[in-house]
Protein backbone atom coordinates (compact mmCIF):
# COMPACT_ATOMS: atom_id res chain seq x y z
CA UNK A 1 0.00 0.00 0.00
CA UNK A 2 1.69 3.32 -1.11
CA UNK A 3 0.59 5.90 1.06
CA UNK A 4 1.76 9.31 -0.05
CA UNK A 5 0.76 10.86 -3.50
CA UNK A 6 3.40 10.97 -6.31
CA UNK A 7 3.30 14.53 -7.57
CA UNK A 8 3.00 15.07 -11.47
CA UNK A 9 3.48 18.55 -12.25
CA UNK A 10 2.94 20.75 -15.18
CA UNK A 11 3.47 24.14 -16.53
CA UNK A 12 1.75 27.05 -17.70
CA UNK A 13 2.75 29.96 -19.01
CA UNK A 14 1.11 33.34 -19.08
CA UNK A 15 1.29 36.83 -21.13
CA UNK A 16 -0.12 40.03 -20.93
CA UNK A 17 -1.63 40.89 -24.57
CA UNK A 18 0.51 44.12 -24.46
CA UNK A 19 3.34 42.21 -24.04
CA UNK A 20 5.31 39.74 -26.78
CA UNK A 21 3.74 36.36 -26.25
CA UNK A 22 7.53 34.58 -27.77
CA UNK A 23 8.89 35.71 -24.50
CA UNK A 24 6.78 33.98 -22.64
CA UNK A 25 7.09 30.89 -24.50
CA UNK A 26 10.90 30.54 -25.36
CA UNK A 27 10.99 31.33 -21.41
CA UNK A 28 8.83 28.68 -20.92
CA UNK A 29 10.63 25.98 -22.83
CA UNK A 30 14.04 27.09 -21.16
CA UNK A 31 12.63 26.14 -18.07
CA UNK A 32 11.26 22.69 -19.04
CA UNK A 33 15.28 22.05 -20.21
CA UNK A 34 16.58 23.19 -17.24
CA UNK A 35 14.38 20.86 -14.88
CA UNK A 36 15.80 17.71 -14.22
CA UNK A 37 13.11 15.91 -13.74
CA UNK A 38 9.01 15.24 -15.11
CA UNK A 39 7.55 18.52 -15.92
CA UNK A 40 4.53 18.17 -18.57
CA UNK A 41 4.72 21.34 -20.38
CA UNK A 42 1.54 22.63 -21.57
CA UNK A 43 1.49 24.68 -24.64
CA UNK A 44 -1.53 26.96 -24.38
CA UNK A 45 0.40 29.96 -23.19
CA UNK A 46 -2.39 31.94 -21.47
CA UNK A 47 -3.33 35.29 -22.39
CA UNK A 48 -7.34 35.35 -21.44
CA UNK A 49 -10.10 33.55 -19.77
CA UNK A 50 -10.73 30.85 -22.67
CA UNK A 51 -6.94 29.98 -22.50
CA UNK A 52 -7.05 29.64 -18.89
CA UNK A 53 -9.86 27.35 -19.23
CA UNK A 54 -8.24 24.98 -21.98
CA UNK A 55 -4.75 25.33 -20.38
CA UNK A 56 -6.32 23.96 -16.94
CA UNK A 57 -8.51 21.30 -19.38
CA UNK A 58 -4.81 20.24 -21.06
CA UNK A 59 -2.72 19.57 -17.71
CA UNK A 60 -5.68 17.71 -16.02
CA UNK A 61 -6.18 15.84 -19.20
CA UNK A 62 -2.30 14.89 -18.96
CA UNK A 63 -2.94 13.79 -15.32
CA UNK A 64 -0.76 16.47 -13.95
CA UNK A 65 -1.97 17.28 -9.62
CA UNK A 66 0.14 19.93 -9.08
CA UNK A 67 1.27 23.53 -11.35
CA UNK A 68 3.81 25.58 -12.10
CA UNK A 69 1.91 28.75 -12.97
CA UNK A 70 4.89 30.94 -14.63
CA UNK A 71 5.00 34.65 -15.81
CA UNK A 72 6.99 34.64 -18.50
CA UNK A 73 6.63 38.54 -19.07
CA UNK A 74 3.92 40.87 -17.05
CA UNK A 75 0.78 38.34 -17.24
CA UNK A 76 -2.52 38.60 -17.23
CA UNK A 77 -3.57 39.04 -13.65
CA UNK A 78 -7.21 37.83 -13.90
CA UNK A 79 -6.76 34.92 -16.22
CA UNK A 80 -3.39 33.33 -14.35
CA UNK A 81 -4.93 34.05 -10.76
CA UNK A 82 -8.22 31.84 -11.74
CA UNK A 83 -5.96 29.38 -13.19
CA UNK A 84 -5.60 28.28 -9.19
CA UNK A 85 -9.13 28.62 -8.64
CA UNK A 86 -9.93 26.08 -11.98
CA UNK A 87 -6.93 23.74 -11.30
CA UNK A 88 -7.64 21.23 -8.15
CA UNK A 89 -4.09 21.19 -6.51
CA UNK A 90 -1.44 23.16 -5.57
CA UNK A 91 -0.12 25.84 -7.59
CA UNK A 92 3.33 27.98 -7.39
CA UNK A 93 3.34 31.26 -9.34
CA UNK A 94 6.75 32.73 -9.98
CA UNK A 95 7.86 35.06 -12.77
CA UNK A 96 11.32 35.70 -15.25
CA UNK A 97 14.51 37.75 -14.35
CA UNK A 98 15.07 39.66 -17.49
CA UNK A 99 18.03 37.98 -19.95
CA UNK A 100 21.28 39.76 -21.02
CA UNK A 101 20.25 41.76 -24.18
CA UNK A 102 17.43 43.80 -25.65
CA UNK A 103 15.39 45.03 -22.90
CA UNK A 104 12.89 47.49 -25.56
CA UNK A 105 11.32 44.16 -27.02
CA UNK A 106 12.98 41.88 -25.25
CA UNK A 107 11.52 43.29 -21.75
CA UNK A 108 8.77 41.33 -19.69
CA UNK A 109 7.94 43.27 -16.94
CA UNK A 110 7.51 40.07 -14.89
CA UNK A 111 9.11 41.53 -11.75
CA UNK A 112 6.32 43.97 -11.49
CA UNK A 113 3.54 41.55 -12.65
CA UNK A 114 4.57 39.35 -9.62
CA UNK A 115 2.82 42.14 -7.59
CA UNK A 116 0.17 42.57 -9.57
CA UNK A 117 -0.76 38.49 -9.08
CA UNK A 118 -0.28 38.27 -5.46
CA UNK A 119 -2.52 41.19 -5.34
CA UNK A 120 -4.84 39.58 -7.19
CA UNK A 121 -4.69 36.13 -5.26
CA UNK A 122 -5.20 37.96 -2.39
CA UNK A 123 -8.68 39.55 -3.74
CA UNK A 124 -10.00 36.13 -4.76
CA UNK A 125 -9.48 34.40 -1.27
CA UNK A 126 -6.82 31.89 -3.79
CA UNK A 127 -4.27 30.30 -2.37
CA UNK A 128 -0.90 30.12 -4.21
CA UNK A 129 2.73 28.91 -3.21
CA UNK A 130 5.35 31.88 -3.89
CA UNK A 131 8.78 31.05 -3.23
CA UNK A 132 10.85 33.35 -0.77
CA UNK A 133 12.33 35.06 -3.85
CA UNK A 134 9.98 34.02 -6.80
CA UNK A 135 11.73 35.67 -9.49
CA UNK A 136 14.92 34.22 -11.52
CA UNK A 137 16.21 32.65 -14.64
CA UNK A 138 15.38 28.89 -16.14
CA UNK A 139 17.84 27.77 -13.68
CA UNK A 140 16.90 29.31 -10.62
CA UNK A 141 12.74 28.52 -11.41
CA UNK A 142 14.27 24.83 -11.68
CA UNK A 143 15.20 25.25 -8.48
CA UNK A 144 12.40 26.75 -6.89
CA UNK A 145 10.04 23.71 -8.18
CA UNK A 146 12.45 21.13 -6.62
CA UNK A 147 11.76 23.03 -3.77
CA UNK A 148 8.12 22.96 -4.31
CA UNK A 149 7.84 19.15 -4.98
CA UNK A 150 7.89 18.04 -1.43
CA UNK A 151 5.35 21.04 -0.41
CA UNK A 152 2.88 19.59 -3.29
CA UNK A 153 3.38 16.15 -2.38
CA UNK A 154 2.11 17.36 1.21
CA UNK A 155 -1.02 19.35 0.23
CA UNK A 156 -2.02 16.24 -2.19
CA UNK A 157 -2.13 14.14 0.39
CA UNK A 158 -3.74 16.14 3.11
CA UNK A 159 -6.67 16.78 0.78
CA UNK A 160 -6.70 12.94 0.19
CA UNK A 161 -5.88 11.73 4.04
CA UNK A 162 -8.40 10.49 6.20
CA UNK A 163 -7.16 9.83 9.70
CA UNK A 164 -8.82 6.51 11.54
CA UNK A 165 -9.00 6.19 15.24
CA UNK A 166 -9.57 3.52 17.84
CA UNK A 167 -10.89 4.17 20.99
CA UNK A 168 -11.18 7.55 23.28
CA UNK A 169 -8.53 9.51 24.40
CA UNK A 170 -6.95 8.19 27.71
CA UNK A 171 -7.85 9.74 31.04
CA UNK A 172 -5.71 13.09 31.51
CA UNK A 173 -4.09 12.96 28.65
CA UNK A 174 -5.77 16.77 27.44
CA UNK A 175 -2.18 16.20 25.55
CA UNK A 176 -4.32 14.36 22.80
CA UNK A 177 -6.93 17.15 22.28
CA UNK A 178 -8.34 16.88 18.88
CA UNK A 179 -11.04 19.79 17.90
CA UNK A 180 -12.09 18.57 14.44
CA UNK A 181 -12.49 21.63 12.76
CA UNK A 182 -9.19 22.29 12.27
CA UNK A 183 -8.99 18.77 10.44
CA UNK A 184 -11.39 19.87 7.98
CA UNK A 185 -9.69 22.90 7.27
CA UNK A 186 -7.28 21.21 6.33
CA UNK A 187 -9.19 19.34 3.85
CA UNK A 188 -8.59 15.91 6.05
CA UNK A 189 -11.30 13.51 6.62
CA UNK A 190 -11.41 11.47 10.39
CA UNK A 191 -13.63 8.26 11.21
CA UNK A 192 -13.52 7.21 14.72
CA UNK A 193 -13.97 3.95 16.44
CA UNK A 194 -14.12 2.13 19.43
CA UNK A 195 -11.43 0.04 21.03
CA UNK A 196 -13.93 -2.90 21.04
CA UNK A 197 -14.55 -2.45 17.14
CA UNK A 198 -10.60 -3.05 16.53
CA UNK A 199 -10.81 -6.03 18.96
CA UNK A 200 -13.72 -7.63 17.22
CA UNK A 201 -11.82 -7.05 13.98
CA UNK A 202 -8.73 -8.25 15.57
CA UNK A 203 -10.26 -11.76 16.37
CA UNK A 204 -12.02 -12.08 12.67
CA UNK A 205 -8.49 -12.50 11.53
CA UNK A 206 -7.55 -15.11 13.62
CA UNK A 207 -5.88 -17.92 11.21
CA UNK A 208 -5.58 -15.76 8.73
CA UNK A 209 -3.26 -17.64 6.28
CA UNK A 210 -1.03 -14.68 5.85
CA UNK A 211 0.41 -14.55 9.50
CA UNK A 212 2.58 -16.49 8.49
CA UNK A 213 4.69 -14.65 6.29
CA UNK A 214 4.41 -11.65 7.89
CA UNK A 215 5.79 -13.35 11.16
CA UNK A 216 8.79 -14.56 8.78
CA UNK A 217 8.95 -10.87 7.67
CA UNK A 218 9.02 -9.82 11.11
CA UNK A 219 11.85 -12.23 12.40
CA UNK A 220 13.92 -11.21 9.31
CA UNK A 221 13.63 -7.52 10.25
CA UNK A 222 14.69 -7.92 13.82
CA UNK A 223 17.55 -11.10 13.82
CA UNK A 224 17.69 -13.75 15.70
CA UNK A 225 17.64 -13.23 19.97
CA UNK A 226 16.09 -10.01 19.25
CA UNK A 227 12.44 -10.35 19.32
CA UNK A 228 9.56 -13.19 21.30
CA UNK A 229 9.24 -16.04 18.52
CA UNK A 230 6.09 -16.87 20.38
CA UNK A 231 4.50 -13.17 20.46
CA UNK A 232 5.10 -12.70 16.58
CA UNK A 233 1.83 -14.31 15.33
CA UNK A 234 -0.07 -12.52 17.64
CA UNK A 235 1.65 -8.86 16.29
CA UNK A 236 0.85 -10.35 12.89
CA UNK A 237 -2.40 -10.65 13.20
CA UNK A 238 -2.55 -7.36 14.56
CA UNK A 239 -0.73 -5.98 11.70
CA UNK A 240 -2.99 -7.35 9.14
CA UNK A 241 -5.92 -6.14 10.97
CA UNK A 242 -4.99 -2.69 10.89
CA UNK A 243 -3.83 -3.20 7.15
CA UNK A 244 -7.41 -4.79 6.07
CA UNK A 245 -9.06 -1.91 8.34
CA UNK A 246 -7.33 0.89 6.57
CA UNK A 247 -7.85 -0.58 2.68
CA UNK A 248 -11.86 -1.10 3.71
CA UNK A 249 -12.01 2.21 5.64
CA UNK A 250 -10.31 4.84 3.36
CA UNK A 251 -13.85 5.38 1.45
CA UNK A 252 -13.49 8.28 -1.09
CA UNK A 253 -9.89 9.14 0.02
CA UNK A 254 -6.06 8.08 -1.00
CA UNK A 255 -4.48 7.72 2.32
CA UNK A 256 -4.47 6.48 5.70
CA UNK A 257 -3.12 7.45 8.92
CA UNK A 258 -4.09 6.06 12.96
CA UNK A 259 -4.57 7.57 15.64
CA UNK A 260 -4.82 4.75 18.55
CA UNK A 261 -5.68 3.53 22.17
CA UNK A 262 -2.73 1.21 23.46
CA UNK A 263 -3.59 1.69 27.10
CA UNK A 264 -4.29 0.37 29.77
CA UNK A 265 -6.97 -2.02 27.98
CA UNK A 266 -5.14 -2.89 24.94
CA UNK A 267 -2.74 -4.93 26.68
CA UNK A 268 -4.57 -7.32 28.48
CA UNK A 269 -6.99 -7.87 25.90
CA UNK A 270 -5.08 -8.23 22.78
CA UNK A 271 -2.26 -10.00 24.57
CA UNK A 272 0.69 -7.66 23.47
CA UNK A 273 1.66 -3.97 23.59
CA UNK A 274 0.85 -3.00 19.92
CA UNK A 275 4.28 -0.51 19.34
CA UNK A 276 6.44 -2.76 17.14
CA UNK A 277 3.48 -2.97 14.69
CA UNK A 278 2.97 0.82 14.60
CA UNK A 279 6.62 0.65 14.07
CA UNK A 280 6.16 -1.65 11.34
CA UNK A 281 3.72 0.60 9.58
CA UNK A 282 5.46 3.92 10.25
CA UNK A 283 8.24 2.59 8.41
CA UNK A 284 6.01 2.29 5.43
CA UNK A 285 4.69 5.72 5.78
CA UNK A 286 1.54 4.73 7.59
CA UNK A 287 2.21 5.98 10.62
CA UNK A 288 0.17 4.90 13.58
CA UNK A 289 0.02 7.71 16.58
CA UNK A 290 0.10 6.93 20.23
CA UNK A 291 -2.67 7.58 22.60
CA UNK A 292 -5.15 8.32 20.10
CA UNK A 293 -3.35 11.36 19.28
CA UNK A 294 -4.93 13.01 16.52
CA UNK A 295 -2.86 16.15 15.51
CA UNK A 296 0.24 13.68 16.42
CA UNK A 297 -0.86 11.65 13.54
CA UNK A 298 -1.58 14.39 11.29
CA UNK A 299 1.92 15.54 12.01
CA UNK A 300 3.68 12.29 10.92
CA UNK A 301 1.52 12.36 7.89
CA UNK A 302 2.81 15.84 6.78
CA UNK A 303 6.44 14.84 7.82
CA UNK A 304 6.05 11.35 5.36
CA UNK A 305 5.03 13.04 2.80
CA UNK A 306 7.91 16.01 2.76
CA UNK A 307 10.68 13.29 3.42
CA UNK A 308 9.73 10.44 1.51
CA UNK A 309 10.93 8.72 4.69
CA UNK A 310 10.24 6.65 7.99
CA UNK A 311 9.32 9.18 11.22
CA UNK A 312 8.14 8.90 14.55
CA UNK A 313 6.31 10.50 17.31
CA UNK A 314 7.92 10.59 20.63
CA UNK A 315 7.03 12.46 24.19
CA UNK A 316 9.22 15.69 25.37
CA UNK A 317 10.15 13.18 27.81
CA UNK A 318 12.78 13.41 30.43
CA UNK A 319 15.96 16.20 30.91
CA UNK A 320 19.63 14.84 30.41
CA UNK A 321 21.12 14.22 33.72
CA UNK A 322 24.10 17.01 34.43
CA UNK A 323 26.68 14.12 34.75
CA UNK A 324 25.89 12.73 31.55
CA UNK A 325 26.12 16.28 29.88
CA UNK A 326 29.49 16.91 31.07
CA UNK A 327 30.71 13.57 30.55
CA UNK A 328 29.38 12.88 27.20
CA UNK A 329 27.69 15.95 25.66
CA UNK A 330 29.54 19.25 26.83
CA UNK A 331 33.19 19.17 25.37
CA UNK A 332 32.39 16.77 22.49
CA UNK A 333 29.17 18.17 20.56
CA UNK A 334 29.78 21.84 22.24
CA UNK A 335 25.32 21.78 23.52
CA UNK A 336 24.27 23.64 26.75
CA UNK A 337 22.26 20.87 28.83
CA UNK A 338 19.18 23.26 28.85
CA UNK A 339 20.10 22.37 24.80
CA UNK A 340 18.87 18.78 25.38
CA UNK A 341 16.47 16.41 26.28
CA UNK A 342 15.20 12.62 25.55
CA UNK A 343 13.00 12.22 23.49
CA UNK A 344 10.69 8.81 24.18
CA UNK A 345 8.25 6.62 23.49
CA UNK A 346 7.39 3.07 24.53
CA UNK A 347 8.56 1.49 21.22
CA UNK A 348 6.71 2.71 18.15
CA UNK A 349 10.00 4.33 16.16
CA UNK A 350 10.59 1.93 13.03
CA UNK A 351 13.37 -0.51 13.25
CA UNK A 352 15.39 1.28 10.76
CA UNK A 353 15.90 4.93 12.88
CA UNK A 354 16.84 2.52 15.79
CA UNK A 355 20.66 1.88 16.40
CA UNK A 356 22.28 -1.75 16.74
CA UNK A 357 21.28 -3.49 19.40
CA UNK A 358 17.15 -2.47 19.49
CA UNK A 359 14.87 -5.64 20.02
CA UNK A 360 11.83 -6.10 21.20
CA UNK A 361 11.08 -6.21 24.72
CA UNK A 362 8.08 -5.55 27.38
CA UNK A 363 7.00 -1.98 28.67
CA UNK A 364 8.45 -1.84 32.02
CA UNK A 365 5.91 1.06 33.30
CA UNK A 366 2.71 -0.79 32.15
CA UNK A 367 4.41 -4.19 33.59
CA UNK A 368 4.19 -2.35 36.88
CA UNK A 369 0.80 -1.26 36.29
CA UNK A 370 -0.86 -4.33 35.06
CA UNK A 371 1.02 -7.45 35.93
CA UNK A 372 1.68 -9.25 39.57
CA UNK A 373 4.94 -7.20 40.98
CA UNK A 374 7.60 -9.73 40.74
CA UNK A 375 6.12 -11.95 37.75
CA UNK A 376 7.65 -12.37 34.62
CA UNK A 377 6.55 -9.66 31.01
CA UNK A 378 3.67 -11.19 29.42
CA UNK A 379 0.98 -9.48 27.55
CA UNK A 380 3.25 -6.13 28.25
CA UNK A 381 5.63 -7.22 25.98
CA UNK A 382 5.67 -6.18 22.00
CA UNK A 383 7.55 -2.54 22.57
CA UNK A 384 10.44 -1.97 20.07
CA UNK A 385 13.46 -0.61 22.28
CA UNK A 386 16.73 0.85 22.16
CA UNK A 387 18.75 3.80 21.36
CA UNK A 388 17.75 6.14 18.07
CA UNK A 389 20.21 6.30 15.90
CA UNK A 390 22.34 9.40 15.85
CA UNK A 391 20.64 11.37 13.11
CA UNK A 392 20.21 15.26 11.77
CA UNK A 393 16.15 15.72 12.66
CA UNK A 394 13.25 18.27 12.82
CA UNK A 395 11.18 17.98 15.79
CA UNK A 396 7.75 19.50 14.58
CA UNK A 397 3.79 19.76 15.14
CA UNK A 398 0.78 20.90 13.97
CA UNK A 399 -1.77 21.32 16.48
CA UNK A 400 -5.67 22.45 16.90
CA UNK A 401 -5.81 24.67 19.78
CA UNK A 402 -8.51 24.47 22.21
CA UNK A 403 -9.85 27.62 20.76
CA UNK A 404 -9.91 25.80 17.30
CA UNK A 405 -6.96 27.61 15.66
CA UNK A 406 -4.39 26.01 13.91
CA UNK A 407 -1.06 26.65 14.93
CA UNK A 408 2.72 24.75 14.67
CA UNK A 409 6.17 24.37 15.52
CA UNK A 410 9.12 23.50 13.81
CA UNK A 411 12.90 23.20 14.96
CA UNK A 412 16.21 21.81 13.83
CA UNK A 413 18.65 19.85 15.68
CA UNK A 414 19.74 16.02 16.29
CA UNK A 415 20.19 12.74 18.02
CA UNK A 416 23.19 12.72 19.16
CA UNK A 417 25.60 9.72 19.50
CA UNK A 418 25.49 8.76 23.41
CA UNK A 419 23.88 6.33 24.95
CA UNK A 420 20.81 7.07 26.96
CA UNK A 421 21.25 4.61 29.35
CA UNK A 422 17.58 4.05 29.87
CA UNK A 423 14.51 1.91 28.60
CA UNK A 424 12.02 2.28 25.43
CA UNK A 425 12.61 3.69 22.23
CA UNK A 426 14.85 6.54 23.36
CA UNK A 427 17.47 9.44 21.94
CA UNK A 428 19.54 11.82 23.27
CA UNK A 429 18.21 14.85 21.25
CA UNK A 430 20.22 18.41 20.69
CA UNK A 431 18.23 21.53 19.86
CA UNK A 432 20.34 24.82 19.58
CA UNK A 433 17.94 26.85 22.23
CA UNK A 434 15.88 24.58 23.37
CA UNK A 435 15.40 25.37 26.88
CA UNK A 436 13.87 29.22 25.86
CA UNK A 437 11.96 27.42 22.88
CA UNK A 438 10.62 25.00 25.68
CA UNK A 439 9.66 27.66 27.66
CA UNK A 440 8.31 30.63 25.24
CA UNK A 441 7.04 28.14 23.03
CA UNK A 442 5.86 24.59 24.25
CA UNK A 443 4.84 25.62 27.59
CA UNK A 444 3.33 29.53 26.85
CA UNK A 445 2.14 28.25 23.53
CA UNK A 446 0.57 25.23 25.43
CA UNK A 447 1.51 22.37 23.42
CA UNK A 448 1.44 18.74 23.74
CA UNK A 449 4.01 16.82 25.36
CA UNK A 450 4.17 14.60 22.12
CA UNK A 451 6.50 15.54 19.33
CA UNK A 452 6.71 14.60 15.25
CA UNK A 453 10.49 13.66 14.15
CA UNK A 454 11.29 13.73 10.88
CA UNK A 455 15.10 12.44 10.27
CA UNK A 456 16.88 15.25 8.39
CA UNK A 457 16.67 18.93 8.00
CA UNK A 458 13.53 19.72 6.65
CA UNK A 459 12.51 23.21 8.45
CA UNK A 460 12.30 25.25 5.42
CA UNK A 461 9.81 22.82 3.59
CA UNK A 462 7.76 22.42 6.35
CA UNK A 463 7.83 26.33 6.87
CA UNK A 464 6.62 27.04 3.41
CA UNK A 465 4.12 23.71 3.77
CA UNK A 466 2.35 25.09 6.43
CA UNK A 467 2.66 28.92 4.94
CA UNK A 468 0.76 27.43 2.27
CA UNK A 469 -1.88 25.96 4.52
CA UNK A 470 -2.44 29.49 5.57
CA UNK A 471 -0.95 28.72 9.58
CA UNK A 472 -0.95 32.04 11.07
CA UNK A 473 1.60 31.09 14.14
CA UNK A 474 4.70 28.88 13.22
CA UNK A 475 7.14 28.76 15.91
CA UNK A 476 10.43 27.98 15.62
CA UNK A 477 13.44 27.91 18.27
CA UNK A 478 14.65 31.56 18.00
CA UNK A 479 18.25 32.78 18.64
CA UNK A 480 19.09 34.64 21.83
CA UNK A 481 19.88 38.02 19.66
CA UNK A 482 15.76 37.39 18.69
CA UNK A 483 13.97 37.33 22.04
CA UNK A 484 10.53 35.84 22.25
CA UNK A 485 7.52 38.27 23.02
CA UNK A 486 7.38 36.69 26.34
CA UNK A 487 10.85 36.50 27.26
CA UNK A 488 11.91 38.37 30.15
CA UNK A 489 14.52 41.69 28.56
CA UNK A 490 16.08 41.61 32.27
CA UNK A 491 16.90 38.18 32.77
Not at 229 to 234: I, K, M, T, V
Request: charged fraction near 20%; hydrophobic fraction near 40%; proline fraction near 6%.
Amino acid sequence: MKNTPDVKLGIIAVSRDCFPIGLSIARREAIVKAYPGELYECKVTVENEKDMLNAVADVNAAGCNALVVFLGNFGPETPETLIAKNFDGPCMFVAAAEGDGDLINGRGDAYCGMLNCSYNLGMRHLKGFIPSYPVGTAEDISSMITEFIPVARAVIGLRNLKIITFGPRPQDFFACNAPIKGLYELGVEVEENSELDLLVSYKAHAGDPRIEDVCKDMAEEMGVGAYYPELLSRMAQFELTLLDWAENHKGARKYVAFANKCWPAFPEQFGFEPCYVNSRLASRGIPVACEVDIYGALSEYIGACISEDAVTLLDINNSVPASMWKESIKDQFGYALTDTFMGFHCGNTPACKMSSGRAIKYQLIQHRLLEPEGSDPDFTRGTLEGDIAASQITFYRLQCDSEGVLRSYIAEGEVLPVATKSFGGIGIFAIPEMGRFYRHVLIEKRYPHHGAVAFGHHGKTLFNLFRFLGIGDIAYNQPKSLPYPTENPFA
